[in-house]
């Protein structure tokens, strides 16, 4: 976008990955609805025409100096940066779970390689023990993504007539950030039968004994509790990378300090922060990163011309929340939890047109509209709906 509006722009891209994934269809993928290969593209096909790959990492930011560092020790000097980095997925902060994933029943929608195996464990699943799925605690990417999961696992086992106990556990005290979507989950958690376990962090787990140990906080004193299972589904703690977190760009909590609203650096003026790495209030979603584009690129161009801040992000995220196969509960917000869809329809409703919406629909605009930096109209607003939960059905 930002070669787009100003083609004379000079761009840098420093990227180590050989593939660049589209990972808001791994939920779907992990319920045997969405092929795997159709999430994964070679990065130097993504690459914007005029714009330089450096297939390489950087370890380390002297924004004082403008310069950075990179891991064969080498340095460049920048007159803008924008700091782009994703966060960092804590798979070790978990006993045990290293050594048992892709096996014994423990898989996560969280890794490319891993949500196929996760619709494997959902076809073999038998009923003969406990199918659990957890959440850590915030902040996640894509934070409905846990129960997403469950959802359509639990829809798969339905399908087939099969009994199953789930249960789901989360360090949060409700299913969602935002209460007028939470209420409407309780609702759907309540029709499949599933079992909520608030205030429970997962902190190991034994695969070949088939067994997850929980750290129970319950009035002030802690406590741990053993569940056996059958199938586990394991979504890790997540942070801030590590050469953010270390950096004098970062935050008390590690991530980039940004203003939440110009998305510029909270201390230095030549720097933007974008996306999941970012200390913005948000839900961090590929949703919210589609919004977030437009401001910054706006910004940017303004501060290039010496000029303040001219847009603002409101905060938007969208999250599908994937209810049922076929049928999505569509929540959009914006910061404070202000209820903002795209539709005049009340979005606590699990409708067939979302499934489409966001099977079909979504990785087309994000391969062939968002990532070449075409413009995307602003959809969403401020709605009102009646407090009362509608009548649900996931």
């Not at 423990?106 to 890794?111: E, L, W």
Request: hydrophobic content about 40%.
């Amino acid at each position: 976008m930002l070669k787009r509006k100003n083609p004379s722009a000079e761009v840098l891209l420093i990227e180590p990955s050989e593939f660049h994934y589209y990972q808001p269809a791994w939920t779907l993928v992990g319920a045997g609805a969405f092929s795997s290969e159709k999430t994964r593209r070679e990065t130097v096909k993504c690459i914007p025409a005029g714009v330089t790959w450096l297939k390489a990492k950087v370890v380390r930011f002297s924004p004082e100096q403008n310069q950075l560092a990179l891991e064969d020790g080498s340095s460049l000097s920048y007159r803008f940066l924008i700091v782009a980095a994703g966060l960092k997925l804590n798979w070790h902060q978990i006993e045990g779970l290293e050594e048992t994933l892709g096996q014994n029943g423990v898989t996560s929608n969280y890794r490319f390689d891993l949500a196929p195996y996760t619709w494997q464990c959902v076809q073999a699943y038998s009923g003969r023990g406990p199918a659990l799925f957890t959440q850590p605690a915030m902040p996640i990417k894509c934070a409905g993504a846990p129960q997403k999961a469950m959802y359509l696992s639990a829809d798969r086992m339905r399908q087939r007539s099969q009994q199953a106990e789930i249960h789901f556990f989360t360090p949060g005290g409700a299913m969602f950030g935002v209460p007028f979507y939470a209420q409407a989950l309780d609702k759907v958690v309540d029709e499949y039968g599933i079992q909520t376990n608030f205030s429970h962090n997962l902190v190991s787990v034994d695969g070949p004994r088939k067994q997850a140990v929980f750290d129970i906080a319950k009035n002030g004193v802690r406590e741990r509790k053993t569940m056996p299972f059958e199938f586990l589904h394991v979504v890790p703690p997540q942070s801030a990378p590590d050469f953010i977190a270390k950096s004098s760009l970062a935050d008390s909590a590690g991530w980039v300090a940004v203003d939440k609203g110009s998305l510029c650096h909270t201390t230095y003026s030549n720097v933007f922060g974008l996306g999941d790495c970012t200390s913005t209030p948000n839900s961090k979603t590929a949703a919210a990163v589609k919004n977030q584009v437009p401001v910054l690129v706006n910004n940017l161009l303004a501060a290039m011309q010496g000029k303040g801040p001219s847009h603002t992000y409101d905060g938007y995220a969208s999250c599908p929340l994937t209810t049922s196969v076929g049928k999505i509960m569509l929540a959009e917000f914006c910061y404070d939890g202000v209820v903002t869809p795209s539709f005049p329809l009340d979005p606590r409703v699990p409708r067939r047109a979302y499934w489409h919406l966001k099977k079909d629909f979504l990785p087309w605009l994000y391969w062939d509209i968002l990532l070449k930096g075409k413009d995307w109209p602003v959809t969403h607003k401020a709605r009102r709906f009646e407090p009362q939960v509608p009548t649900l059905t996931a």
